[in-house]
């Protein structure tokens, strides 16, 4: 019959072993089985060593307990409350039912020891603390939803070679959750409000998903890489948003896709494509360029791509890269300076603009081209679909808008009464406009 468990540390001498498998170290006698309820209560002499693979219903770590320990494997298939103690050993602690990281009443704060890995095949809810992991990994399965609701709470690598993968759901709310250890997304995860900061390496092949008013943030410094694959999606009303000076790298071969609100703000942000590595952003997607540097990007039909920095703040650069302004996609210039670069003395490394649909350049600004031979702003035609390339500028009185690539003109330019300075050159061909 079920029953409910103890471990009372220590029994029949000091010769008695602390381990799971000892009878005498529970206060029914046995050791637990598959539908026993188990209790670490605190201030036990010696904390549980687990030898061999146990499973059982349900499992509660009390207030100042020692936590497990040992080389063996525990599975919890009903109810694990972690309430304090740490978790260690060469073993690996699977949860298949639910799962609760949280405080008691009148519980001074803790912060939790992750030394074994743990595997979550149910709902994991992370309400209070940090956890501090030690060279582990936390899987969070397929069909698992494992929630971040600590509010300014950290998950913490000691060694650097910890690591969050996700296969399942992850869902953000509450305060400033920070993920400092490595993490990978091959699932989704969802900001439904808050801020979620994943401020160290990872790879994602996975949906991230924000309500209004919630924040997934790609941060970390200089060093911290990014990696996205074919099945990234950004998705929702809220922002996912780089902001420090890490790097979102796509591969060769792989397209990312965003029909969210993406934003790099910092200039010290890197978005690394190449030919076939792309970001693609997608109807109804908002792709915010605050800061940094971009490569290779696609702005879909009835998606936009805003250059916004009223006080220019940021530092903004096209490198090496192509940018597909598509049928029906919008540009809008708001605010802001920003440069086309291209590798000087490379033949095969251009820098160019490539627009079908409409380039709004509401701004005074300039956008400037190291080499106009190997920088150019192509407003073009699609014959086959009576289409062209609209470049309008608006503004307020008085101002203008400065190019320094070379304009290549087979669409329409639209003035609007207002100053385009044409620096670069401007190559008009049949069936162009300029007004």
């Not at 978790?87 to 949280?102: E, V, Y």
Request: aromatic share 8%; with cysteine.
């Amino acid at each position: 019959m079920p029953a409910t468990v103890t471990w009372q540390g220590v029994l029949g001498g000091a010769g008695q072993p602390p381990t799971w498998e000892n009878p005498l170290c529970w206060d029914v006698g046995h050791v637990p089985n598959v539908d026993d309820t188990v209790f670490i209560n605190g201030g036990q002499i010696c904390p549980p060593i687990v030898n061999a693979n146990h499973t059982i219903r349900d499992l509660f770590m009390m207030p100042n307990c020692g936590g497990i320990w040992g080389p063996g494997d525990l599975t919890v298939s009903n109810d694990f409350q972690w309430h304090d103690g740490s978790l260690n050993g060469t073993g690996r602690m699977t949860l298949l039912g639910t799962a609760t990281i949280s405080l008691l009443a009148g519980q001074a704060p803790s912060e939790k020891h992750l030394n074994r890995n743990l595997d979550n095949a149910g709902t994991f809810s992370w309400l209070d603390g940090n956890i501090i992991m030690s060279g582990v990994t936390i899987k969070n399965m397929s069909g698992a939803t494992f929630y971040m609701n600590s509010a300014d709470g950290t998950l913490s690598p000691d060694v650097g070679t910890e690591r969050f993968r996700n296969e399942g759901t992850v869902t953000k709310s509450n305060g400033t959750t920070t993920v400092d250890c490595l993490f990978d997304n091959y699932g989704t995860v969802n900001g439904t409000n808050g801020i979620l900061r994943l401020q160290n390496d990872g790879q994602y092949a996975g949906v991230f998903s924000t309500a209004s008013g919630a924040v997934i943030l790609f941060a970390g410094t200089g060093l911290t890489v990014h990696t996205a694959y074919t099945g990234t999606f950004f998705e929702g009303q809220g922002w996912e948003r780089m902001t420090s000076g890490e790097k979102l790298t796509i591969p060769p071969g792989n397209r990312v896709i965003n029909h969210g609100n993406f934003e790099m703000r910092s200039t010290r942000c890197v978005m690394e494509g190449s030919v076939t590595g792309l970001f693609w952003n997608q109807q109804p997607g908002l792709f915010l360029w605050t800061g940094g540097t971009i490569q290779n990007c696609t702005v879909t039909n009835g998606a936009t791509m805003r250059v916004d920095d009223p006080n220019d703040s940021y530092t903004r650069q096209m490198k090496d890269s192509l940018l597909n302004n598509g049928r029906d996609a919008t540009f809008e210039w708001t605010n802001g300076d920003f440069s086309l670069f291209a590798t000087p003395g490379s033949a095969t490394r251009r820098c160019d603009i490539d627009n079908l649909g409409t380039f709004e350049a509401k701004a005074d600004n300039t956008m400037f081209a190291n080499d106009p031979a190997q920088c150019a702003f192509v407003n073009g035609i699609l014959i086959s679909a009576n289409v062209q390339g609209l470049f309008k500028k608006t503004g307020s009185a008085g101002g203008a808008t400065t190019i320094q690539a070379l304009f290549d003109n087979s669409g329409i330019i639209d003035r609007m009464g207002f100053a385009v300075n044409f620096i670069g050159g401007l190559a008009r061909h049949p069936g162009d406009v300029l007004r």
